[in-house]
């Protein structure tokens, strides 16, 4: 039985390129993000692989770079469902500000810890902590089921919800999950053992 689950972080956003934080705001992609989505859609393709249901974030980059990517394979018309639990973290006080700025205002120290500590949240936000304790749950009641039964699963989603599955997936710590980064319209394909362990996993970081 084929275990697929494939995550891919949406592709690049207007706020990525303006270097803001984003969180729960929701611009939409730049040129360069939509091409990144049909790159992976490309790279998808190429190794033959289609999908039963994806998965994505209440959020519009995330479901634009889903249905690019469905596009790319032929698949629009694909079970897409969106869902708040696997939104990007809440920057809380953080979003919209330039994180030039951020660090002008906060110290360079403060602002790294917000964005690079596991379990410190900005103001009014979440914790990488509390970003996995919204997406985990989710993830073992309505994801894995349906990959552990056969289907193929797209989660498009973004940098820090993806982040929560790969520190699973992957077996990272508190310690080392902060250092890992997810680039943009990269898909990471996961194919599982009946226990959810890993029995491969390969990254498309290359066009088709």
């Known amino acids: 039985m084929e275990r697929l689950l494939v995550l891919a972080r949406h592709g690049q956003s207007e706020w990525n390129l303006k270097n803001l934080f984003t969180g729960w705001r929701d611009p939409g992609l730049t040129e360069l993000g939509v091409a990144e ?8 393709k190429a190794k033959g692989i289609r999908f039963d249901v994806a998965f994505t974030s209440a959020l519009s980059r995330a479901q634009r770079t889903a249905a690019l990517i469905l596009e790319e394979l032929g698949q629009s018309d694909l079970p897409t469902i969106a869902d708040a639990a696997l939104n990007e973290r809440d920057y809380g006080d953080l979003a919209g500000l330039n994180k030039d700025d951020a660090r002008a205002r906060w110290g360079k120290e403060q602002v790294h810890l917000w964005r690079r500590s596991y379990d410190v949240p900005p103001p009014g936000g979440e914790s990488l902590k509390d970003t996995v304790a919204r997406v985990l749950p989710y993830t073992m009641r309505e994801i894995m089921p349906r990959v552990l039964r056969g289907e193929r699963v797209l989660v498009a989603a973004h940098g820090n919800s993806l982040r929560a599955l790969v520190m699973v997936l992957d077996g990272l710590t508190t310690e080392t999950i902060p250092g890992l980064e997810l680039a ?10 009946a226990d959810t362990t890993v029995a491969s996993k390969d990254v498309l970081d290359r066009d088709a």
């Open 37 to 44: 989505a049909r790159a992976a859609g490309r790279r998808l």
């Open 184 to 193: 943009t319209g990269v898909p990471l394909v996961y194919h599982l053992n």
